[in-house]
C-alpha cells in the first residue's frame, strides 16, 4: 500500500522559515514525479512545486524564490523549504506523486497528474 506521509507544518510568524517532508512508502518515486500542493479554506487546492524524476523543477510564481523543492539521496523523500512566510502562504500543504515513469513531460500544475497523496500538514503564518 502506497502511503506519502507529510510532515513539518506549524505555526511561524511572517518572515520565517520552515521545511516540509514528505515521505512515500510502498512503492518506488525515484522514476516518477513529486511535487507540493496547498489549500488555503475557501480555496482550491493550488499548485506550489514540483519536481520531476530528473531533477527538473518548477514553481508557481507566487512562491518562486521563496521556496525550494528536493528530494532525499534514496529520491523517495520530497522537501518543501520555505523562506520569506507571509500570511498568505497559510494553508494545508499536501506532498503528491505521480504513479507514472520516466516521463520527461507532465502537466505539473495539475492536482490529476498526481495518482498518491499525502495527508497534508497545516503551516499557519502569523503577522
Known amino acids: 500500500q502506497v502511503q506519502l506521509a507529510a510532515s513539518g507544518g506549524g505555526l511561524v510568524q511572517a518572515g520565517g522559515s520552515l521545511r516540509l517532508s514528505c515521505a512515500a512508502s510502498?512503492?518506488?518515486?525515484?522514476?516518477?514525479?513529486m511535487g507540493w500542493f496547498r489549500q488555503a479554506p475557501g480555496k482550491e487546492r493550488e499548485f506550489v512545486a514540483a519536481i520531476g524524476w530528473l531533477g527538473s523543477l518548477y514553481y508557481a510564481d507566487s512562491v518562486k524564490g521563496r521556496f525550494t523543492i528536493s528530494r532525499g539521496s534514496a529520491k523517495n523523500t520530497v522537501y518543501l523549504q520555505m523562506h520569506s512566510l507571509s500570511p498568505e502562504d497559510t494553508a494545508v500543504y499536501f506532498c503528491?506523486?505521480?504513479?507514472?515513469?520516466?516521463?520527461?513531460?507532465?502537466?505539473?500544475?495539475?492536482?490529476?497528474?498526481?495518482?498518491?497523496w499525502g495527508q497534508g500538514t497545516q503551516v499557519t503564518v502569523s503577522s
Open positions: 503528491a506523486a505521480d504513479a507514472a515513469t520516466y516521463l520527461s513531460v507532465f502537466n505539473y500544475k495539475l492536482p490529476t497528474t498526481y495518482d498518491y
Open positions: 510502498g512503492r518506488s518515486f525515484s522514476s516518477s514525479a
